[in-house]
């Protein structure tokens, strides 16, 4: 988690303009009602933006200084917090919701149930998030091989989510949407993810050389303007007993 943070501390402008955002739909679903959001893991803070798009009291904490200073451009005036999941400077019983946007994984989660149990009032949510390429298209199927998208550690929690006690039985949603983007953004999208920024430099040149020949080459993006990305919103949430 610590090689991680750093890593995504190094190139969170890139992160920030790279990823993609959530669907209202997904995001709704998530949270319900809840009025005073903790969003746990909150990077650059696309999950907060859409959050307060919803008129949520939102708390950001996340463990990279680098990523809440990206928030505070992209979300002004939410409150940011340094902490991680295992150790959560918030106060007990103070939120209605937790949430987590492709972060879950990165979390001990023998630590950090407990400790978002004990911030979440009693009925609260645990709602977590993860967007997904959908790489049915054949250039992102190619895409995805050449950025090892098999070594992506949120891959495994796309299709089912453990929590445990004393939270209840898991619910899932998913939503499909289409995200357009240009070149660069599809470049800045491979550097900011996890599996390039801990591979070696070499390797680094060698994947960003290989997509971007991809781009000018695949007949099915070659010569546009502009690149259809297809995504699977994929949401799971908890209720705290």
Do not use: K
């Amino acid at each position: 988690m610590r090689r991680a943070a750093r890593s995504f501390g190094a190139v969170a402008s890139v992160y920030a303009a790279a990823r993609p955002g959530y669907p209202p739909e997904a995001v709704e679903w998530l949270v319900g009602d809840a009025g005073r959001v903790l969003d746990l893991g909150a990077g650059t803070g696309r999950l907060t933006e859409a959050l307060v798009e919803l008129d949520r009291d939102v708390v950001a904490v996340d463990p990279v200084e680098e990523m809440l200073e990206e928030l505070e451009i992209r979300v002004p005036g939410v409150p940011r917090i340094l902490g991680t999941a295992e150790d959560l400077p918030v106060e007990d019983d103070s939120v209605d919701a937790v949430v987590a946007g492709q972060a879950w994984h990165w979390f001990q989660r023998e630590r950090a149930v407990p400790e978002i149990a004990r911030v979440l009032r009693r009925g609260g949510v645990l709602g977590l998030v993860w967007n997904r390429r959908d790489t049915s298209p054949d250039w992102l199927r190619a895409a995805g091989e050449i950025m090892h998208d098999r070594l992506d550690p949120s891959a495994a929690f796309a299709s089912s989510v453990r929590v445990g006690g004393p939270f209840g039985p898991v619910e899932s949603h998913r939503v499909e949407w289409v995200q357009r983007m240009s070149r660069a953004r599809f470049l800045d999208l491979v550097r900011s993810r996890s599996p390039w920024l801990t591979a070696p430099p070499d390797e680094q040149r060698t994947v960003l050389a290989a997509v971007e020949t991809l781009l000018v080459t695949h007949p099915d993006v070659a010569g546009a303007d502009e690149l259809a990305v297809p995504y699977v919103t994929y949401c799971f949430r908890t209720v705290r007993g």
